[in-house]
């Protein structure tokens, strides 16, 4: 069998269809002679009889009308995958994953993927929680489109873009002497008890090193591994401790207060993707998240009060 192309089978289509060569003809923008020639090659291609002569124009066989049958759900493919593409360039369909560690994937991330829906509310996403260390394999190995964590970001080739950097900020109950005060300084909390994120993580590791260098002793009898639970201890009533100032869902608890601290201790937030392989769902959060940093984010202050 002869190898045949779209146009005659699109020829044969409008020709079946309309039930005459000379409408298909016009249909398609083509001459009689022309529609012909393509059913005479499209029948020697599928090595078949197609049509018969007949008084009210052109008459398919048995065997044209099964073909016929084929050729729909060709078209009808077609439109589903014209519709597709449609759909995900106007990103009216899509998914991302996004990777993040805990810190941003409870807080500041669920407000800036509200805000994303709002614009483009069909494309479907997962916010994957993961520590640090996990989040560049997750997205080399494209288990995430993106990655949101703390710079820096070691051991990966993969485009890292710098979202913002802030100081960290010391965290107490809300009821403690320092309400009254508009920044603390590490000297402030000599022999305070203090909630530390456990040894060997890189910001346990900061905060240590500020406070031996100036010789400052703390009671270090309590420790937990994210902000989160840090700051569920402090509002126990188990010391004081320093934080990351990029948390607004820990900021909204009222038992808590929030200074700035001194020496500043800055923390930069960061977001990784391999950019040139981003879908375009994908392509369209990686700037949004760009631009909503920058709009709604980057612009505000820490809490000097709270």
Not at 83 to 88: G, L, M, N, P, W
Not at 259 to 272: D, T
Request: hydrophobic share 45%; aromatic share 8%; net charge neutral.
């Amino acid at each position: 069998m002869q190898r045949f192309n779209v146009r005659q089978i699109e020829a044969f289509r409008a020709v079946i269809t309309l039930g005459s060569m000379t409408k298909a003809a016009e249909l398609l923008g083509i001459s009689q002679p022309a529609v012909s020639r393509l059913m005479l090659d499209f029948q020697e291609a599928v090595g078949f009889r197609l049509f018969r002569k007949s008084r009210g124009g052109a008459e398919p066989t048995d065997d044209a009308r099964r073909l016929f049958e084929q050729v729909e759900k060709l078209f009808v493919g077609l439109d589903e995958l014209n519709r597709e593409v449609h759909a995900i360039k106007n990103l009216t369909s899509g998914s991302i994953t996004v990777a993040a560690m805990g810190l941003y994937a409870n807080g500041l991330l669920a407000d800036i993927i509200a805000r994303f829906r709002q614009r483009f509310p069909d494309i479907a996403i997962r916010l994957d929680s993961q520590p640090q260390d996990r989040i560049p394999e997750w997205v080399a190995s494209r288990r995430a489109d993106i990655g949101v964590a703390t710079l820096p970001i070691s051991g990966s080739t993969l485009s890292v873009r710098e979202l913002m950097r802030r100081p960290a900020l010391c965290v107490f109950p809300v009821y403690h002497e320092f309400a009254g005060r508009a920044e603390i300084h590490a000297a402030d909390l000599a022999e305070r008890s203090f909630v530390s994120f456990p040894r060997g993580t890189p910001f346990r590791f900061e905060i240590d090193t500020l406070f031996d260098r100036a010789g400052i002793d703390r009671q270090l009898m309590t420790e937990a591994t994210t902000h989160e639970a840090v700051c569920n201890l402090v509002a126990a009533g188990l010391g004081v401790s320093i934080v990351s100032p990029f948390s607004p869902h820990i900021r909204r608890n009222p038992a808590l207060a929030f200074r700035r601290f001194l020496p500043a201790i800055p923390i930069s937030l960061g977001m990784i993707a391999d950019e040139g392989a981003l879908s375009v769902a994908a392509r369209e959060f990686h700037q949004f998240v760009l631009d909503d940093i920058k709009n709604h984010v980057a612009g505000e202050s820490p809490p000097a009060a709270q």
